[in-house]
């Protein structure tokens, strides 16, 4: 039983930060993971060389492609983790929360365009 004017355990400025440390990891893990998506595009982006080269960038790109959902689940472990940060009453936080989400959304949507239109 808790005392009489408690928090629920589980709420107030610890576990917001512990919430926001989460959501930045998660952000960070998201970027990073894009990053070297679209390093690994440039990189298999030349059509020249010897036929064995090509046919081992084509390779890479195919695991590329398929990585696809390995992205989308880290996009969604970062989005969950915002949720809680969304529904504090801290106006800062969520219009900081926010616009973290809005340039993972864009660099999401850059990073699957670069993944698809290399595969093709």
């Known amino acids: 039983?808790?005392?009489?004017?408690?928090?629920?355990?589980?709420?107030?400025?610890?576990?917001?930060?512990?919430e926001q440390q989460k959501f930045v990891d998660r952000f960070r893990e998201a970027l990073a993971?894009?990053?070297?998506?679209?390093?690994?595009?440039r990189a298999?982006?030349?059509?020249?060389?010897?036929?064995?080269?090509?046919?081992?960038?084509?390779?890479e790109t195919e695991k590329i492609y398929h990585s696809k959902d390995e992205g989308q689940m880290i996009v969604d472990q970062v989005m969950m983790?915002?949720?809680?940060?969304?529904?504090?009453g801290d106006k800062e936080l969520r219009n900081s929360t926010n616009s973290k989400l809005k340039e993972l959304k864009s660099q999401w949507e850059e990073t699957t365009t670069s993944i698809v239109y290399c595969h093709r």
Request: aromatic content about 2%.
């Open 81 to 88: 983790a915002a949720e809680k940060l969304l529904q504090t």
């Open 1 to 18: 039983m808790q005392p009489s004017g408690s928090k629920p355990e589980g709420s107030g400025p610890a576990m917001t930060q512990q």
């Open 33 to 41: 993971w894009m990053q070297a998506i679209q390093e690994q595009l």
């Open 44 to 59: 298999n982006d030349n059509t020249a060389g010897p036929r064995d080269a090509l046919e081992a960038r084509l390779r």
